[in-house]
C-alpha cells in the first residue's frame, strides 16, 4: 500500500514503500535527511477520553473559591482600582491635610498609573501628592524598602518601581 507523509523541511508530499517505515531517508525535492513514520493506517482517528464530570465540578467550585478568597483578601487590604484616582466630594486637600492612608493611597496610585503609561491621571494625582512634602518622602522611602511591594505594584520589575519612585521624590523636593 505504501507510506504517505510530508517531508518536515520543505513540506512536499513523499511517498514510501511500506518497508522504509520506522528508517530514515532522503526528500526527493530538497534532499533532507526525513524520518519514515511507521505505516499507520490512514482512517486512524484520535480517540479522546470522556470527559469526567466529576473532577469538572471540582475545578469549577475550586475556581470559584478562588475568586471568593481574591475579593476578600481585595476588601481587607482596600485597595483603590486599578487606574482610579482616589476621590472626596471636598475641595482639594490642602498641604498636610492627607493622613497616612490616604496618601499612600496617592502614591500606590500614582506609581501604578506612571507603570501603566496613563500620564495625564498620574499627573492629577501627583497634584495631590506633592503638597504633603516630607510626610509623602517618608511613605515613598517605605514603599522603596519594603521587600514585599504592595499588591497593586507586585508585577511592576523592581528596577522600573525604583526609577518611578526616584521621580517623584525628585519632584517634592
Known amino acids: 500500500m505504501g507510506i504517505s507523509f510530508h517531508c518536515e523541511h520543505c513540506g512536499k508530499k513523499i511517498e514510501a514503500p ?5 528508517k ?14 511507521a505505516n499507520n493506517p490512514p482512517d486512524d482517528e484520535l480517540r479522546l477520553a470522556p470527559i469526567d464530570t466529576e473532577e469538572e465540578r471540582r475545578r ?5 473559591e478562588v ?6 483578601i481585595l476588601k481587607e487590604k482596600d ?14 486637600p490642602k498641604p498636610g491635610d492627607l493622613s497616612d492612608a490616604e496618601l499612600t493611597t496617592f502614591i500606590i496610585s500614582y506609581l501604578r498609573q506612571m507603570a501603566d503609561g496613563e500620564l495625564d491621571l498620574a499627573e492629577q494625582t501627583a497634584e495631590a501628592i506633592l503638597p504633603n ?5 517618608r511613605l515613598l522611602e517605605r514603599i522603596a ?9 507586585a508585577d511592576i520589575p523592581q528596577q522600573v518601581l525604583s526609577g518611578l519612585i526616584k521621580g ?5 523636593r
Open 168 to 172: 517623584l521624590r525628585s519632584r517634592i
Open 145 to 153: 524598602l519594603s521587600e514585599i511591594p504592595e499588591p497593586e505594584l
Open 79 to 92: 485597595i483603590p482600582e486599578e487606574g482610579v484616582v482616589p476621590k472626596n466630594n471636598s475641595p482639594a
Open 24 to 37: 530514515w531517508g532522503k526528500c526527493p525535492a530538497c534532499h533532507n535527511k526525513v524520518y519514515v513514520p
Open 67 to 72: 475568586d471568593y478568597l481574591r475579593e476578600e
Open 133 to 137: 512634602g516630607q510626610n509623602a518622602i
Open 60 to 64: 469549577k467550585k475550586m475556581a470559584a
Open 18 to 22: 511500506d518497508t522504509a517505515g520506522g
